[in-house]
């Protein structure tokens, strides 16, 4: 089976065309996709299908003709993936699956509409954010508030007064279960400058990745709220690189670098044994859509 590998700001995937949807995709066969040692290594996996062969998203089948299947590294589903969007519309140039232009995609959060030349940045209309009101959570030993801010997928988006560069996200985040029955993202966000922050990002079923895009757009939500200012743009610095995010009153945008880097196959092998190790052990899922 062939693969393809990019990244949106870091945020990096393993790409795999299916369009007839003949691949069953267990959580196993993911995580040895994902494994940064004995697999490919990516912090998702995007499977490309016919958005009519997909029973879950085949009403949407009018509006998009591809549908990104999304998984995060530990094998669990989430509805919306921000940078994977982008990189999956970059790869429907490549591949001439589709036109440079504009375009729908979809997606277990809706349709994406995304923009993109031959070459450049990649815009996506994330839509609408909905805040749900405040939360909190701990990391390494210190508690911060956040607004909780759903993006299709779950996010906690918090304004710290520590600086994101000394933190230490090398384990889950403590955060409420009754908010987040399906666990959460997690950003961490210092104003830098006029309209622009640093963001650090633990990911619901991938851990610290080096960016974020739908946890970029809670992040401009967060820092657009604390300045009293809902629309504008913002430039999200992140481990990765930097995006920009604009806010409508309506929409919102996702725009930023998305490249593929490398093709390729994989040895019947790693998908066989469902683990890299050999390992069988399946993860549980991160989300329940
Ligand atoms: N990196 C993604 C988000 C991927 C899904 C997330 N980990 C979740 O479980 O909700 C992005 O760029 O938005």
New binding site residues.
């Given amino acids: 089976m062939r693969f393809v590998k990019g990244h949106?700001t870091e945020?990096d995937f393993v790409i795999l065309p299916d369009p007839d949807a003949r691949l069953e995709l267990t959580p196993a066969k993911v995580a040895a996709l994902c494994d940064r040692r004995a697999g490919i290594g990516a912090?998702?996996v995007l499977r490309v299908v016919r958005t009519e062969r997909c029973a879950e998203v085949a009403d949407l089948a009018g509006a998009a003709e591809w549908f990104m299947d999304?998984r995060?590294a530990d094998g669990?589903i989430?509805?919306?993936?921000?940078?994977?969007v982008r990189v999956f519309a970059r790869y429907l140039v490549d591949a001439g699956l589709a036109a440079a232009g504009e375009f729908g995609i979809a997606t277990r959060g809706g349709i994406k509409r995304v923009r993109l030349g031959g070459t450049g940045d990649v815009t996506v209309d994330m839509g609408r954010p909905r805040i749900l009101g405040e939360s909190r959570t701990t990391v390494a030993g210190r508690t911060y508030d956040g607004l909780n801010v759903n993006?299709g997928?779950?996010h906690l988006a918090c304004l710290i007064d520590d600086p994101v560069a000394g933190l230490d996200l090398g384990r889950e985040p403590e955060f409420d279960r009754e908010v987040y029955p399906h666990?959460v993202?997690v950003e961490l966000i210092n104003v830098v400058g006029d309209h622009a922050v640093a963001m650090r990002v633990h990911?619901?079923?991938?851990g610290e990745?080096r960016?974020?895009?739908?946890?970029?757009v809670a992040t401009a939500v967060a820092a657009a709220r604390a300045a009293g200012e809902p629309t504008g743009a913002w430039q999200v610095r992140v481990l990765g690189g930097s995006v920009t995010v604009t806010l409508d009153a309506d929409t919102s945008y996702l725009s930023g670098p998305a490249v593929l880097v490398a093709s390729g196959v994989i040895e019947p092998g790693l998908l066989e044994s469902g683990s890299a190790h050999g390992n069988p052990a399946v993860p549980a899922f991160?989300?329940t859509p």
């Fill in positions: 949106g945020n912090d998702g999304y995060n669990g989430a509805e919306m993936c921000g940078n994977g993006m997928n779950p666990g993202n990911e619901r079923g991938s990745t960016s974020c895009g739908t946890g970029a991160s989300a």
